[in-house]
């Protein structure tokens, strides 16, 4: 039955560089994108000290800029992204009942790209100035003539590596969804997480190539010398903004569905009730995904694009509220009538809701295209999106981290210290972004490095830089629960909260290489909950014991990430002059690039001509336990 | 319903408490909550609609969540299932359709404000036409009808509406003058951009740039100064009188060879650089180091400001084009000079 293949099995550092299973590409993913929110959150810290008193001097407004840019750029593409990868690597194949990602291969190669491209970008705060013209990096600010070092140069190729990634884990959660559903498990009987993993994806497929365009432009522009974006020569830098935006508002939803499939994940089972109306969430999704393409021009209703098209943008903008609000209710009705416990995944869960609708409803506000001239980039929208994208997104992410790292792990967090994260980073947060409304109306404008004194913006200031710190405080604690758990046994049960509901609670925990010895038969919505109230201990297989298929173990996804690393690297310093003439021989000649393809494109020769059946597990190495520690 | 009024006595307090907050915010010159015009105003009467709108939803969120997290706790020894409920298909027509309600109460008035706010004038023949360029990091106003052009304090007669086209001569900026209406970018030649305002009060209002232009973008502040119809037509009088050089004439030679081949004074000068005519009596040196004036608290004598803009341009506003008047050769004595020419060249027209 099996092929008789040896397999290569690689130990420590190789391990990981080579694997292509899903649970350890998540943790790959968790591992970066945790360094990067660090990174981000730093560079937080250090604005808020800047903003903290008028007229301060703690940083230059050139590194100020900086600054600001990076924050946002690592926070979006390299902080929140990855970890949401993370979550929906360790997660979905186990909620379908699968046994890996349609494609491991490529998965590896997404979370590769996504590093480099990111260790790329960050690199420039030491090869001579990180990017400043804004994490939207506009044209002109953003072009060769008004941004003179290399900063942009990063961002736009950095990003387009790390988005490389991006897309090609979009269209494998795509397959793996669309494809490798346990048997019984219809479309409309898929967890919440799966579901919003699924849209996620499919927004990801849409939106990506549009930023993915729009950097390509940019690079020519910058690096070739092209005029897409020059009006003297025929270009258009409001162009520039619609590419961006064509991507960047259903990239905030790329950002928030999956937090709010977590969100629908953990209250169901801390309410020990299944979640209410679950197929108009299902279909509120969909719609909010529909509508994310509709409505870029509510970030643009200053550029000055006409009265009709600012009535048709606000009033697209405002139905985003209904299938919003949908969800909001049916949280609500999820808990209504059910046993809430507040565990810390819980509480971030319920502490989500009311943070969200606060998002929510400051989007309203600003969907009101005249109100919006005096909204737009002041305080008020940076209070606005950072209540989506931290109040709702990170809480989230908190609530998902604390749900699943026992599944993930083995290993329960410490309860104790996952409530005093919540508090900390919650109370530190309100006070951070409620005060910023004000700050906004009363004349506040955004990225400036710091503003005259008497102007009624000291105190506010001063209350959101302490609430910065405290949230710092809350992340610190996270860090210290981590370290602490980690030195316990793994010792977690299959269903360590009791009230699991989905197909994740039926297997070990950490699940073994396989994940399912035998693939699960699903007979309803909440398929686990459903056998537990027929009385089953477990699953019924839908498939004999047998021998299970595998895929290698590969460095060839690394490979080619770093083939594209260094002619990225090549690319963008093809038009210097070096001290060395060597220096200037290979990069003014593309030399760094090709070598950089050619080491790319070699290891694709390498996957294609060489011809990898994987490897079986036979029924006789099927043990119960977790393959990892 | 004794109930229901608990909880309306409760929440009552709150709404006051926010009114108070909104209305108490900011100053009068540069607060969107204290607006002094009437597009500003009714901008601000969109935001209290929409805000009223919202905090009646987030009351009924915070509500029925602070009502289920208290009364569904799971208890001890609770060991019974709860019922497994699928939904309520009438409770999610309910709040699928009270939200598009309430969507429906606000856009009718946005789009009204819309195109009310929207309307062209720069062909109404009532109306003070001003073109408005934006730069690294400073802004140019130039007045059509008058033939004349000035920069940083834009000077505008009471009650007139003023109709703007604004254009940016390299990166986009946004020009925002928060009590009296909403920003407007400045794009390049192809997208330029017309909105208007009208400000019915004399005084100064404090205007700012928006969108991020590069080093100096927090530097790039500029003064709104209403005036009655009689100053402002002294005001364009003054502006086209022949211009005023230092008295000293070695100094007027020095300002005319260093400063005039981008600056300009009245009718000599040329254009690359703000126009420096009345320089002495604007509210501010390079937009941001503002200067004393009557009822203000803040604000150094313009003379001080001016000798410290002059001797190092470069630490008041990181990244902007003037060369420093010491790297063109001039000395200390004379940049002094030149500070106090410009300091005492005020027009009078108020």
Redesign the interface.
């Known amino acids: 039955m099996a092929h008789a293949h040896s397999v290569k099995r690689y130990r420590g550092l190789m391990d990981w560089i080579t694997t292509v299973d899903h649970k350890k590409i998540a943790v790959l993913y968790l591992i970066a994108g945790g360094f990067f929110f660090g990174i981000g959150g730093i560079e937080a810290i250090l604005i808020r000290i800047q903003l903290m008193k008028p007229m301060n001097t703690f940083v230059s407004a050139q590194v100020f800029n900086e600054l600001i840019t990076m924050h946002g750029t690592t926070m979006i593409f390299l902080g929140v992204m990855p970890i949401i990868f993370a979550i929906m690597n360790a997660v979905v194949p186990l909620q379908i009942g699968a046994r890996d990602v349609a494609f491991p291969f490529v998965n590896a190669l997404g979370f590769w790209t996504f590093l480099f491209g990111g260790l790329l970008l960050n690199l420039s705060w030491v090869m001579g100035g990180a990017p400043d013209a804004g994490w939207t990096a506009y044209t002109p600010l953003s072009s060769a003539a008004y941004s003179e070092s290399h900063g942009v140069d990063f961002y736009t190729i950095g990003l387009q590596i790390a988005g490389l990634g991006t897309l090609i884990g979009g269209i494998n959660f795509l397959a793996t969804i669309i494809t490798m559903r346990a048997p019984g498990m219809s479309y409309m009987r898929m967890p919440m997480f799966t579901w919003t993993t699924f849209i996620t994806s499919a927004i990801i497929l849409f939106a990506f190539p549009a930023i993915t365009v729009g950097l390509v432009l940019l690079t020519f522009d910058r690096i070739l010398g092209a005029n897409f974006f020059d009006v003297a020569n025929g270009g258009n830098p409001v162009l520039w903004q619609h590419i961006f935006w064509i991507f960047g508002h259903p990239e905030v939803y790329i950002l928030i569905l999956p937090a709010f499939g977590i969100i629908s994940e953990v209250i169901p089972t801390f309410s020990r009730k299944r979640l209410f109306g679950y197929s108009s969430m299902v279909f509120a999704t969909i719609l909010i995904a529909f509508l994310g393409f509709m409505v870029w021009a509510h970030h643009m209703f200053t550029t000055g694009l006409g009265n009709v098209a600012n009535a048709l943008f606000s009033i697209s903008t405002m139905l985003i509220a209904v299938p919003t609000g949908i969800k909001i209710f049916n949280w609500l009705f999820t808990m209504w009538g059910g046993q809430i416990r507040f565990t810390a995944a819980n509480l971030f869960a319920v502490g989500f809701v009311p943070t969200f609708v606060m998002g929510g409803v400051t989007g309203v506000m600003l969907a009101s295209a005249p109100a919006d001239f005096q909204f737009h980039d002041t305080y008020f929208v940076v209070a606005h999106f950072h209540y989506v994208i931290v109040g709702g997104l990170v809480l989230g992410l908190f609530a998902g981290l604390h749900y699943w790292w026992p599944k993930m792990f083995g290993r329960i967090l410490s309860e104790t210290l996952g409530k005093w994260t919540f508090w900390t980073f919650m109370i530190g947060f309100q006070l951070t972004f409620f005060v910023q409304h004000f700050l906004g109306l009363m004349g506040m404008q955004r990225r400036i490095v710091t503003y005259l004194p008497n102007q009624d913006f000291d105190l506010l200031n001063l209350v959101s830089s302490i609430g910065a710190f405290l949230m710092g405080v809350g992340v610190i604690i996270f860090l210290i629960n981590i370290v602490i758990t980690t030195r316990k046994p793994v010792d977690a049960p299959n269903d360590p909260w009791e009230d699991g509901r989905t197909l994740e609670w039926t297997i070990p925990s950490p699940p073994p290489e396989y994940n399912f010895k035998q693939t699960p038969l699903v007979r309803g919505i909440d398929a686990y909950w459903k056998e537990k109230m027929a009385g089953n201990k477990e699953m019924t297989p839908a498939e004999p014991v047998g021998s299970i298929h595998m895929p290698s173990a590969t460095p060839l996804p690394f490979v080619m990430s770093v083939g594209i690393f260094i002619a990225g690297l090549g690319l963008m310093f093809s038009k210097d002059k070096f001290e060395l003439e060597f220096m200037n021989i290979i990069f003014n000649n593309y030399i760094v690039v090709i070598i950089g393809l050619l080491i790319t494109f070699g290891a694709m020769a390498l996957r294609s001509l060489y011809d990898d059946h994987g490897w079986h597990i036979e029924p006789e190495d099927q043990d119960e336990k977790g393959a990892r520690t | 319903m004794m109930k229901q009024w608990q909880v309306a006595k409760r929440i009552l307090p709150l709404l006051a408490v926010f009114s108070l ?2 209305s108490a ?3 009068e010159d ?4 204290k607006p002094q015009g009437p597009v ?1 105003q ?3 009467d ?2 209290k609609l ?2 009223a ?2 905090i009646v ?2 009351i009924i ?2 509500a ?2 602070a009502y ?2 208290i009364r ?4 001890a020894g ?1 060991t019974e ?8 298909f009438k ?2 027509v309910i ?2 359709a ?3 309600l ?2 429906i109460i ?2 009718v008035p ?2 009204q ?3 009310a ?2 309307e062209d004038l720069t062909n109404d023949k009532n109306a003070v036409k001003v073109q408005v360029t934006s730069h ?1 990091y400073w802004w140019e106003f130039t007045y059509p009808q008058y033939d004349i052009t000035t920069a940083q304090d834009l000077i505008i007669p009471t009650g007139k509406k003023i109709a703007f086209e604004l254009k940016t001569a ?3 900026h ?1 020009f ?1 003058v ?2 009296l ?5 400045t ?8 909105f208007s305002f009208s400000a019915p009060n004399e005084g100064v209002y ?1 205007g ?11 530097f790039m ?1 500029f003064k709104v100064k209403a005036v009655s119809q009689e100053s402002f037509d002294r005001w364009v009088n003054a502006m086209k009188a022949p211009a005023v050089l230092p008295e000293d004439t070695q100094l007027a030679e020095k300002f005319k060879t260093n400063c005039l081949s981008c600056h300009a004074v009245g009718d000599q000068g040329g254009p690359a650089a703000p126009n420096l005519t009345g320089i002495g009596g604007k509210e501010a040196v390079a937009g ?1 180091l ?1 200067n004393q004036r009557e009822g203000q ?2 604000g150094k004598p313009v003379l001080d400001n001016m000798k410290e803009w002059l001797h190092d341009p470069q630490s008041v506003k ?2 902007n084009t003037m060369p420093s008047p010491k790297s063109l050769g001039l000395t200390d004595e004379e940049i002094d000079g030149i500070a106090e020419y410009l300091a005492n060249y005020k027009l009078d027209y108020e």
């Open positions: 907050l909104l915010c900011g100053r540069l607060s969107a909550m500003a009714d901008q601000l969109l935001m929409s805000i709108i919202m939803v987030l969120v915070f029925i969540a289920v997290l569904f706790r799971r208890r609770q299932m709860p019922e497994q409920v699928e939904g309520n409770l999610e709040w699928t009270i939200p598009l309430l969507v606000l856009a946005t789009v404000t819309i195109f706010h929207g690294q390299d990166v986009l946004s925002w928060p009590s209406a909403g920003k407007m970018d794009n390049p030649d192809g997208t330029l951009n017309k404090r700012k740039c928006a969108e991020l232009c590069g080093r100096s973008h927090a502040e941001i503002l608290e803040e990181e990244g």
